[in-house]
Structure formats: C-alpha cells, structure tokens
C-alpha cells in the first residue's frame, strides 16, 4: 500500500484550506512548505516581488521538513500559481530533494490562468510519474472550481 504525503505551500491560505481538506479526505501525512523568511508588505508589492523571483527562477531557503521523503511512494503537492508557474518556494522544495520513482498528484490553485504550471513541475521531476493534476481556480478568495469536481478528484486519487 502506497505511503502518501500532502505537501503545500500557501502564501493566502487557499492552497492551505484545500491541502486540510484533501488530508481530511484521502488521509496520509501533511506537511507545510514554508520559507524561512515571510513574505511582507502588502499583496501588491509581494505580487511584484513573486513576479521578479519567478523571472530570475530564485529559490527562497525553506524551512527543513518534519519527514522524509524517502518514506513516501505517492505526494499530493499544492500550490499557488504564481505568473503561470509553481511559487519559488515550491521550486526549492522540488529541485532540493529527490523525487526519483515517486508518484507526484499536483493541485494548483490559481485566481487567473495557470500557465504551465503542470509542465515545469513535470520537467523538474523527471523520474517520476506527474499525473491526475488539478487545478482549482478562486476568485479573491472564495472558490470558482465546483466541490463537486474537486470531491471527484479526491475519490480517484484515493
């Protein structure tokens, strides 16, 4: 039986909202991504800032994770959209640790379009098999993708 970690980041709370929810649902461990320093300012300079960090592909230092991934054969993996791609702490999360043989299950949230978000995460993961992504879209920061479909989701990754 496969071991499953939930692993998010979320800058709002919406991708941390869904990641509780999924846990609630499918089970396995959950563990938060987080940078080692917060964003601040309001959301128009931190917008300004995601835009310059995705630009120049950096990757903020994040905090060391409460599990080892090596433990775990399938991880759920949430995350906003930040200008079409995964969120820079989200590229430090994938191109520091080993993903080899794992089974990745992306769920962006994204209140405009999602780019290639799927994409990148695939090319950043290439020995590992990236498939049933979701992406799940807010406007502001009430839901726009039906709970209905989201619920479909969650049953066929169980």
Same mark, same amino acid.
């Given at each position: 039986?496969?071991?499953?970690?939930?692993? @998010? /980041?979320?800058?709002?709370? #919406?991708?941390?909202?869904?990641?509780?929810?999924?846990?609630? +649902?499918? *089970?396995?461990?959950?563990?938060?991504?987080?940078?080692?320093?917060?964003?601040? *300012?309001? /959301?128009?300079?931190? &917008?300004?800032?995601?835009?310059?960090?995705?630009?120049?592909? $950096?990757? %903020?230092?994040?905090? %060391?994770?409460? &599990?080892?991934?090596?433990?775990?054969?399938?991880?759920?993996?949430?995350? %906003? &959209?930040?200008? $079409?791609?995964?969120?820079?702490? &989200? =590229?430090?999360?994938?191109?520091? #640790?080993?993903? =080899?043989?794992?089974?990745?299950? %992306? @769920?962006?949230?994204?209140?405009?379009?999602?780019?290639? +978000?799927?994409?990148?995460?695939?090319? =950043?993961?290439?020995?590992?098999?990236?498939? #049933?992504?979701? #992406?799940?879209?807010?406007?502001?920061?009430?839901?726009?993708?039906?709970?209905?479909?989201?619920?479909?989701?969650?049953?066929?990754?169980?």
């Amino acid at each position: 039986m496969d071991k499953t970690l939930i692993a @998010f /980041y979320s800058y709002t709370g #919406n991708t941390r909202k869904l990641a509780s929810q999924i846990h609630s +649902t499918i *089970g396995g461990d959950i563990i938060e991504i987080e940078t080692t320093v917060l964003y601040e *300012g309001d /959301y128009n300079s931190v &917008v300004k800032q995601g835009k310059d960090e995705v630009t120049r592909r $950096y990757k %903020p230092a994040i905090r %060391p994770l409460s &599990v080892q991934l090596d433990k775990y054969d399938t991880i759920v993996l949430g995350m %906003p &959209v930040w200008w $079409y791609t995964i969120a820079p702490a &989200v =590229l430090t999360f994938l191109t520091e #640790n080993n993903f =080899l043989g794992k089974k990745i299950i %992306p @769920f962006a949230t994204n209140g405009g379009w999602i780019g290639h +978000t799927f994409k990148d995460i695939k090319e =950043l993961c290439p020995d590992s098999e990236v498939k #049933n992504e979701i #992406n799940i879209k807010y406007s502001g920061d009430r839901l726009s993708t039906s709970m209905k479909e989201i619920e479909k989701w969650m049953d066929d990754i169980k």
